[in-house]
């Protein structure tokens, strides 16, 4: 478990009980995760019962954004004050280990609880375009910008976060003693995201800019 003086104590909901020594309270770490992340799920409950949604992401200082159509259950729920979980997982293996219930997986995660709050005015336009940003730098000078009725029919939200744990397992197989004798490969099979050749759009007649043509060789 982190030491680092920029680790928050645990709440109740954030308190990782399996396996503790694989949490994290940091907020370097917690930063990490989710500015690698282009997508989260957010679980939430109404009348209708309990919903996980994923959706696309994005961060700005202490506070996790997202958005959504005003009309969708997503956008009228959460400004309710509705409480809400927030989950980011990026896995980077599969652990084969000797024996079939040590096999375990290589992962980066993280919960945020909390409630959703309003973004609006200048903020709202600005936090638009720090998610084009994000999408890819610079894109946000390139692109024509949202205009109004874009701006009023979307809803952009964001969650304090400062009720969060991450949780996090690198390595090989953790077998015990008794199966280091068993005649069978044990390692891991690591993941990852890759970025593949951009492919333009068949009506498209403009050459690609730097951050299009050096996309799958930086990402």
């Given at each position: 478990?982190?030491?680092?003086t920029?680790?928050?104590?645990?709440?109740?909901?954030?308190?990782?009980?399996?396996?503790a020594?694989?949490?994290?309270?940091?907020?370097?770490?917690?930063?990490?995760?989710?500015?690698?992340?282009?997508?989260?799920?957010?679980?939430?409950?109404?009348?209708?019962?309990?919903?996980?949604?994923?959706?696309?992401?994005?961060?700005?200082?202490?506070?996790?954004?997202?958005?959504a159509?005003?009309?969708?259950?997503?956008?009228?729920i959460?400004?309710?004050?509705?409480?809400?979980?927030?989950?980011?997982?990026?896995?980077?293996?599969?652990?084969?280990?000797r024996?079939?219930?040590?096999?375990?997986?290589?992962?980066?995660?993280?919960?945020?609880?909390g409630?959703?709050?309003?973004?609006?005015?200048?903020?709202?336009?600005?936090?638009?375009a720090a998610?084009?940003?994000?999408?890819?730098?610079g894109?946000?000078?390139?692109?024509?910008?949202?205009?109004?009725?874009?701006?009023?029919?979307?809803?952009?939200?964001?969650?304090?976060?400062?009720?969060?744990?991450?949780?996090q397992?690198?390595?090989?197989?953790?077998?015990?003693?008794?199966?280091?004798?068993?005649?069978?490969?044990?390692?891991?099979?690591?993941?990852?995201?890759?970025a593949?050749?951009?492919?333009?759009?068949?009506?498209?007649?403009?050459?690609?800019?730097?951050?299009?043509?050096?996309?799958?060789?930086?990402?």
């Open positions: 478990m982190t030491s680092s920029n680790a928050t104590a645990p709440s109740e909901r954030t308190q990782v009980r399996r396996i020594d694989n949490a994290n309270y940091d907020k370097d770490t917690l930063y990490a995760i989710i500015d690698e992340a282009y997508l989260c799920h957010v679980a939430f409950a109404d009348d209708k019962g309990s919903h996980c949604i994923p959706t696309a992401c994005w961060r700005e200082a202490d506070f996790l954004y997202i958005h159509a005003n009309p969708s259950r997503l956008a009228k959460l400004m309710r004050e509705t409480q809400a979980c927030v989950t980011i997982t990026h896995l980077d293996g599969l652990v084969l280990a024996a079939a219930f040590n096999h375990s997986m290589n992962y980066r995660s993280a919960m945020i609880y409630i959703f709050e309003r973004v609006d005015g200048e903020c709202k336009a600005a936090s638009m998610f084009m940003d994000k999408i890819a730098p894109r946000q000078q390139e692109a024509r910008p949202g205009n109004h009725a874009e701006l009023s029919g979307t809803t952009v939200m964001r969650i304090p976060l400062t009720e969060a744990a991450c949780k397992r690198s390595g090989g197989p953790n077998d015990d003693e008794d199966d280091m004798a068993q005649t069978v490969w044990a390692g891991v099979l690591p993941l990852c995201r890759q593949l050749p951009p492919i333009p759009h068949e009506r498209n007649t403009q050459a690609a800019p730097a951050y299009v043509k050096n996309w799958h060789q930086t990402n």
